[in-house]
């Protein structure tokens, strides 16, 4: 569980790698009973980081995004970072996300594994449309 929590220009452009918000991964398990509430992370400038993400090994099951706002456009490059701001790539059961705003790429990932049951986006705005979109097993309100 991760509450009122703030993440700004994290990482380095010289390091070769690039920063994460919350990332799930360790290919072959289960990331289950996950809540992240009150999330603040802007990762634009000189900062290309991805915001929530999570692997084409890892499966997710029961995990909530509530009131979070992430950011990682690049205003200098005028547009989007090329790492997504949102991005789910293995089977997905219960996820939900409720009240939050995510600024830059948002991607189910079905050329990965993602597969999704009981997927609800609830009163979220996404800057860019969640790709691909409408999607079986996902509930966008």
Request: include cysteine; hydrophobic fraction near 40%.
């Amino acid at each position: 569980m991760v509450i009122n929590s703030s993440v700004f220009a994290s990482g380095s452009v010289d390091s070769g790698f690039h920063p994460d918000v919350y990332q799930f991964y360790n290919p072959g398990t289960t990331a289950d009973d996950v809540i992240l509430y009150g999330v603040t992370a802007d990762l634009g400038g000189e900062y290309s980081g991805q915001g929530f993400f999570a692997g084409t090994g890892v499966a997710i099951k029961d995990v909530a995004f509530v009131n979070c706002n992430i950011n990682n456009q690049d205003p200098a490059l005028g547009g989007y970072n090329q790492a997504p701001v949102f991005q789910f790539g293995g089977p997905t059961q219960n996820l939900y996300v409720l009240s939050s705003t995510f600024t830059g790429l948002s991607f189910w990932r079905t050329d990965f594994a993602f597969v999704a049951t009981d997927v609800v986006v609830d009163s979220s705005n996404f800057s860019s449309p969640i790709n691909p979109t409408p999607l079986t097993g996902v509930t966008i309100r």
